[in-house]
């Protein structure tokens, strides 16, 4: 069990200690621009009632600070899943399995997979996952080739590789009529990726 575990960098707009998930709805009206209506509970207001805009900068800022939460929370529940595990590369398979069954969630991945993209932008929604997931592969990484149970390399062009692949997996998962069996075929293409790393004996 490893007790050093990578917590991603928070930006100025996340409010861990006062954002609360509670709802998020994109409509689309017609020849009108996207609109974003989130629901948040924050400070002194009632839970899943919106936040009023003055709060944050616009609605833009807003979907951020959920979808930044909604992060953390993945993190959070990747590395309790990874708690208990002690081999390096099983450590590292528990966290693909955690992450792909948060993927499996058709509202979590409404807000943080098909919608994040549109609102924040491609570069956005690229910068918020590698933010929160970057540190943490990067870490499990370099910890299985100290370990001897990966072939030493470069650690950054991996891991950020790593962090294509499991978001590619997740969009799959996330457009997929049915996302459990979306889910175990995305998880063997992951594994095969992984155990192709392992140092032979």
């Given at each position: 069990?490893?007790?050093?575990?990578?917590?991603?960098?928070?930006?100025?707009?996340?409010?861990?200690?006062?954002?609360?998930?509670?709802?998020?709805?994109?409509?689309?009206?017609?020849?009108?621009?996207?609109?974003v209506r989130v629901g948040v509970a924050v400070g002194e207001h009632e839970p899943g009632k919106p936040l009023r805009d003055h709060h944050f900068r616009g609605k833009r800022d807003l979907f951020r600070a959920v979808h930044e939460q909604l992060e953390g929370q993945l993190v959070d529940a990747v590395q309790a899943?990874?708690?208990?595990?002690?081999?390096?590369?099983?450590?590292?398979?528990?966290?693909?399995?955690?992450?792909?069954?948060?993927?499996?969630?058709?509202?979590?991945?409404?807000?943080?997979?098909?919608?994040?993209?549109?609102?924040?932008?491609?570069?956005?929604?690229?910068?918020?996952?590698?933010?929160?997931?970057?540190?943490?592969?990067?870490?499990?990484?370099?910890?299985?080739?100290?370990?001897?149970?990966?072939?030493?390399?470069?650690?950054?062009?991996?891991?950020?590789?790593?962090?294509?692949?499991?978001?590619?997996?997740?969009?799959?998962?996330?457009?997929?009529?049915?996302?459990?069996?979306?889910?175990?075929?995305?998880?063997?293409?992951?594994?095969?990726?992984?155990?192709?790393?392992?140092?032979?004996?």
């Amino acid at each position: 069990r490893r007790a050093d575990r990578v917590r991603p960098a928070q930006s100025p707009g996340r409010q861990p200690h006062r954002t609360r998930y509670a709802g998020e709805q994109l409509q689309r009206t017609e020849g009108r621009r996207q609109e974003v209506r989130v629901g948040v509970a924050v400070g002194e207001h009632e839970p899943g009632k919106p936040l009023r805009d003055h709060h944050f900068r616009g609605k833009r800022d807003l979907f951020r600070a959920v979808h930044e939460q909604l992060e953390g929370q993945l993190v959070d529940a990747v590395q309790a899943r990874m708690a208990d595990v002690s081999e390096p590369v099983e450590l590292i398979e528990a966290g693909i399995r955690a992450f792909l069954d948060a993927c499996t969630d058709r509202q979590r991945a409404r807000i943080t997979l098909l919608e994040a993209p549109t609102v924040l932008g491609w570069a956005g929604w690229r910068e918020i996952d590698e933010r929160f997931g970057l540190g943490l592969v990067s870490s499990e990484l370099s910890h299985a080739m100290d370990s001897g149970a990966l072939i030493r390399q470069e650690v950054r062009p991996l891991a950020s590789i790593m962090i294509g692949a499991l978001s590619e997996a997740a969009l799959l998962i996330a457009h997929a009529p049915d996302p459990v069996v979306a889910r175990d075929e995305v998880e063997l293409a992951l594994m095969s990726l992984i155990r192709g790393l392992r140092v032979t004996p």
